[in-house]
């Protein structure tokens, strides 16, 4: 391992800024290390915290002792983010060393070839001793004297008479030949480093002005086509219970499962979760899930997620892995969706491996996204004459942090997929939409999981999301006020400290019905007390009342549910809303949350 060190300067509060190292791929995106001697992987990321100095560390693994399936590796080195919004990132070669180095010492500039291709040049070590020194040339003959100029006559004595005037300076000799120099002798050994001064007394932290200029209302798009239908000729799906695909078709795996044949590493671009694995034992050693959710595990952690790739294929297959009847996808053909919902994967028995072949009636270069529910993804089989391209995901990375609101229920379809959430990213104009809510859960509710506090470190802020909606309080309102608010308060402050430069708006207390009961009006009201406190803005529910990060109330658009829509949007539980509630808030949030943006 090898020290690298780093100092941020001219910020007020360094330590208030998280420096992450990931391992990449020579394209920049993350990838999975092997290191040799320690038997084990690099799959997650090193964090470190600047002391108030601005100083900071990281114990990195040397890139020349890691092998990775994507090719050479580099470390990208996140501290922070700018003033527009944009991670810090330095891509750095770690070398093999027993002295620390600093990060500007070690970076590089990424080569963008494709993956398995690419070329680093690991930088050397730090320098060894130098040589003795050689003896010192013999100097060259002195030039002659000029003549002394003639001295003025002397004075009488008493006062003394003025200085004769100095005579003119003889020419200056020619410089003898300088003897060959010699090896330049060893360099002595540093001194020991004096004592660390005293820090001197912070300044004031400056105003950092309005986080909504970041997301302004003019860069939104069209919310006409945002959220339409494909219009093109509807493809022909099908899903067969066999892993074996048409004869000739290559399969495109998605990285970390294992090779064999003509298979090949596809070039995926995944939306909406990340840390991606294979499962233990076969097959899922066949099939990768993400682990960017709590628990975090593969069976249990993230179930909506996306997936994105261009191809210029008429048919392609899917190989999956059939859960149950929860295991659904949807197709979108650039940028617009197949179906309104997610549809059933057509699987039979559960356990087992299964293709959907779909057919696009035409050979052309379109950008395809898939989106999963509970979908353990096995990769992409293409016809031998077609290929497959990665492409960029857009409008920054967009982040829920929630309860069974936005995380889906029995009432919608689809689970979190269908929510108001993933409708109104599209209507943001994010495609990298991250659902990372949970049902049952609150501020101080942890139901089956865990409290939004105890969670919000590992799944929110580790993944530096752009943007982030938190809606919750419906499973707290039957608790204390000043236990919700503590638990707010605290939460919000991890937010701010974690993520400086992300746009957070906080929406209050969910009520199901147009009467709601004093908990939850209470409730709304602790979590718009902590959120003004915090600088977030925030939307209520039950009065549609739009406040902007200094508490001030902007606009009142009407409350969410009334005695007149209730029995349209709201399902027979009588708490969650059905597909159509769901269609009705994400239309509702995205309107109170351009009231926040500049224009």
């Not at 060393?97 to 993956?115: C, F, K, Q, V, Y």
């Not at 003959?141 to 003119?168: L, Y």
């Not at 060893?186 to 660390?196: K, L």
């Not at 086509?225 to 067969?240: E, F, K, V």
Request: proline letters at 8%; hydrophobic letters at 35%; glycine letters at 16%.
């Amino acid at each position: 391992m090898t020290i690298v060190r780093g100092k941020l300067l001219d910020l007020p509060d360094p330590t208030r800024v998280q420096v992450t190292a990931v391992l990449v791929d020579l394209a920049g995106e993350r990838a999975v290390g092997y290191v040799a001697d320690e038997q084990g992987e690099i799959t997650g990321q090193d964090k470190a915290t600047p002391d108030e100095g601005g100083l900071w560390e990281l114990d990195l693994t040397p890139n020349a002792a890691i092998t990775a399936d994507a090719g050479d590796t580099a470390w990208a080195i996140t501290e922070g983010r700018a003033l527009d919004g944009t991670p810090n990132v330095t891509y750095v070669v770690v070398p093999e060393s027993d002295e620390p180095w600093w990060l500007g010492d070690a970076r590089i500039a990424l080569p963008g070839t494709p993956l398995g291709t690419g070329t680093i040049v690991y930088v050397p070590g730090p320098e060894g001793p130098q040589g003795a020194t050689g003896a010192t040339g013999a100097v060259g003959p002195q030039g002659e004297q000029g003549p002394t100029g003639a001295a003025g006559p002397q004075g009488d004595t008493g006062p003394a008479g003025p200085a004769g005037a100095t005579g003119a300076q003889g020419p200056k000799g020619d410089q003898g030949d300088a003897g060959p120099a010699g090896p330049q002798g060893a360099q002595g050994e540093t001194g020991a480093t004096g004592a660390t001064g005293a820090t001197g007394p912070k300044g004031d932290k400056g105003d950092p002005g309005d986080p909504a200029t970041l997301w302004r209302r003019r860069d939104l798009p069209d919310p006409a086509l945002a959220d339409s239908l494909y219009t093109g000729s509807a493809p022909t799906i099908s899903t067969a219970q066999t892993t074996t695909p048409t004869t000739g078709y290559i399969k495109y795996a998605p990285p970390l499962v294992a090779l064999s044949g003509s298979d090949v590493t596809g070039p995926y671009t995944y939306a909406g979760a990340g840390n991606f694995a294979i499962g233990a034992t076969s097959p899922d050693t066949n099939y990768v899930l993400p682990l960017s959710k709590y628990p975090n595990t593969y069976s249990s952690g993230q179930g909506i997620w996306s997936v994105e790739f261009g191809t210029d294929a008429q048919t392609f297959q899917v190989r999956f892995k059939y859960i149950s009847s929860a295991t659904m996808f949807r197709l979108s053909i650039d940028g617009r969706k197949v179906t309104d919902l997610m549809q059933s994967s057509g699987g039979t028995t559960a356990g087992s491996g299964h293709l959907i072949t779909i057919d696009l009636g035409s050979a052309a270069p379109r950008r395809i996204r898939l989106d999963f529910a509970t979908f353990p993804f096995g990769g992409v089989y293409l016809p031998p004459s077609a290929t497959m391209w990665r492409v960029p995901l857009q409008g920054g990375r967009l982040m829920v942090l929630g309860d069974s609101i936005p995380d889906g229920s029995a009432q919608n379809t689809g689970a979190g997929a269908g929510t108001w959430f993933h409708r109104a990213a599209r209507l943001l104009g994010s495609t990298d939409a991250w659902d990372q809510a949970r049902g049952g859960t609150g501020y101080i509710t942890p139901g089956a999981y865990a409290t939004f506090g105890d969670r919000v470190t590992t799944d929110v802020v580790a993944w530096a999301p752009d943007r982030l909606a938190v809606w919750g309080g419906y499973n707290d309102n039957g608790g204390s006020q000043s236990a919700i608010g503590a638990a707010a308060a605290s939460l919000f402050s991890t937010i701010k400290a974690g993520l400086p430069s992300c746009q957070v708006l906080v929406l209050g207390c969910w009520s199901p019905t147009a009467s709601p009961g004093a908990g939850i009006t209470n409730t709304d009201a602790t979590l718009r007390t902590q959120a003004a406190a915090a600088g977030f803005p925030f939307v209520s529910p039950i009065s549609g009342a739009v406040y902007n990060a200094a508490g001030t109330l902007l606009a009142t658009h009407g409350a969410f549910i009334t005695s007149g829509n209730v029995a349209g949007y709201v399902g027979a539980d009588n708490v969650h809303p059905t597909d159509a509630g769901h269609v009705y808030l994400s239309r509702r949030i995205v309107g109170a949350w351009r009231e926040v943006l500049a224009p």
